[in-house]
């Protein structure tokens, strides 16, 4: 079967006409298959989903229990068929329950990557390598510039501001999903046993993730009474995190002398990190930088790559330079921003 005949871009996403079914659809759809709980992966509406059983939990959480028609979750590793269409799920270590999806059809298979990490990450389940003849690939990253680096080390730079600056409030911001759970284990992993504070928008996946066997030690409310008198002192000397949207409302500016970081991929670049206002970029990704896009390209063992979100082009044209068929999708719908 020709790859295109088997997935393609509509407009409501990548579609498959002979299992009937989207990837990560933008607009509800009758059947969806979710690689993972990114509001811009999956959203509510949808008459019927597919996904990872976290991934649907974590829905749920997002979006209340009746987000779509009807679930059906999907172990790591099992083929399902749909109308006659293969369909597994292969971890993609982006955040818990992300996933690789396999299609596959008469002998051709497309592996779609959704957004993947391949480092190690305690709270996502380890990135595993599906061989395929088409690799679509996300490119959020997919310029040579990007090269990140350790995560630790980066929360070593947190750690050392905190010893520096002992009367300031340390605000951290990081996406409800994902980066928030793996900052706070970057921290206790690199020793730091003091209660974290959290903004109340991260608090029930924080619950979840624990529940899930998720260790992060004691969490605590990041709450100030309105119009308390010196009530942000109570955090100098503390890490509190939050989401982005917290840093543009009048919550920062209730805290003691506030040192302002972010962690995020996008953090390399300079003047993302001044636009923001933040004093202290911390580079921590959960996509792969360059390097890890191309090495992941080589070992999947794809005689074609389509690229999608992201810098399309840069990694469209090192896969002709290195004799890979490649073109970009151009799906609309799709943010680099929830990084």
């Given at each position: 079967?020709?790859?295109d005949?088997?997935?393609?871009p509509?407009?409501?996403?990548l579609y498959?006409?002979p299992g009937?079914?989207y990837i990560d659809p ?6 969806a ?6 509001a811009?992966h999956?959203?509510?509406?949808h008459?019927?989903?597919?996904a990872t059983?976290?991934?649907l939990?974590?829905m749920?959480i ?9 679930v059906?979750?999907?172990?790591f ?5 749909l109308?006659g ?15 690789q ?8 298979r497309?592996?779609?990557s959704?957004?993947?990490?391949r480092?190690p ?6 990135f595993?390598?599906?061989k395929?003849?088409v690799?679509i ?10 090269n990140h680096?350790?995560?630790?080390t980066e929360?070593?730079k947190?750690l050392?501001s905190l010893g520096?600056?002992p ?9 409800a999903?994902?980066?928030a759970?793996r ?8 020793g730091y046993?003091r209660?974290?504070?959290i ?7 924080c619950?979840?993730?624990q ?5 992060l030690?004691?969490?605590r409310p990041?709450?100030l009474?309105e119009?308390?008198k010196?009530a942000?002192?109570d955090f100098?000397?503390?890490?509190v ?8 409302s009048?919550?920062v500016r209730?805290f003691s002398?506030?040192l302002?970081?972010?962690a995020?991929?996008?953090m390399?670049?300079?003047q993302r990190a001044?636009?923001?206002g933040?004093e202290l970029?911390?580079?921590?990704s959960?996509?792969c ?14 005689a074609?790559v389509?690229?999608?979100?992201g810098?399309?082009e840069?990694?469209v044209?090192w ?6 068929r ?5 799906i ?5 921003e929830?990084?």
């Amino acid at each position: 079967m020709r790859p295109d005949a088997l997935l393609h871009p509509a407009r409501q996403g990548l579609y498959c006409p002979p299992g009937d079914f989207y990837i990560d659809p933008v607009r509800p759809v009758e059947r969806a298959l979710i690689t993972h709980g990114h509001a811009d992966h999956a959203r509510a509406g949808h008459g019927a989903v597919m996904a990872t059983q976290r991934t649907l939990d974590i829905m749920a959480i997002r979006y209340g229990e009746d987000f779509a028609g009807s679930v059906q979750p999907a172990r790591f590793g099992e083929t399902l068929k749909l109308n006659g269409v293969g369909v597994a799920f292969h971890p993609a270590g982006h955040v818990l329950g992300s996933a690789q999806i396999a299609v596959e059809k008469d002998g051709t298979r497309i592996v779609v990557s959704g957004d993947y990490k391949r480092r190690p990450d305690p709270t996502a389940e380890h990135f595993e390598l599906a061989k395929c003849d088409v690799f679509i690939t996300e490119a959020t990253f997919g310029l040579p510039v990007f090269n990140h680096p350790d995560a630790a080390t980066e929360i070593g730079k947190l750690l050392s501001s905190l010893g520096q600056f002992p009367d300031r409030t340390h605000l951290v911001g990081a996406y409800a999903l994902g980066k928030a759970q793996r900052v706070i284990r970057l921290l206790r992993d690199s020793g730091y046993d003091r209660p974290i504070h959290i903004h109340g928008s991260l608090q029930r996946l924080c619950d979840y993730y624990q529940s899930e066997g998720i260790e992060l030690g004691e969490l605590r409310p990041a709450t100030l009474a309105e119009g308390a008198k010196n009530a942000g002192r109570d955090f100098a000397g503390e890490i509190v995190l939050g989401p982005p949207s917290a840093f543009n409302s009048p919550w920062v500016r209730r805290f003691s002398d506030p040192l302002i970081a972010f962690a995020s991929g996008w953090m390399q670049v300079r003047q993302r990190a001044k636009q923001r206002g933040v004093e202290l970029p911390l580079v921590i990704s959960d996509h792969c930088d360059w390097n890890e896009l191309t090495a992941s390209i080589r070992d999947t063992g794809a005689a074609e790559v389509w690229v999608t979100h992201g810098r399309e082009e840069g990694l469209v044209r090192w896969c002709e330079v290195n004799q890979i068929r490649a073109k970009p999708l151009k799906i609309v719908g799709y943010e680099d921003e929830n990084e």
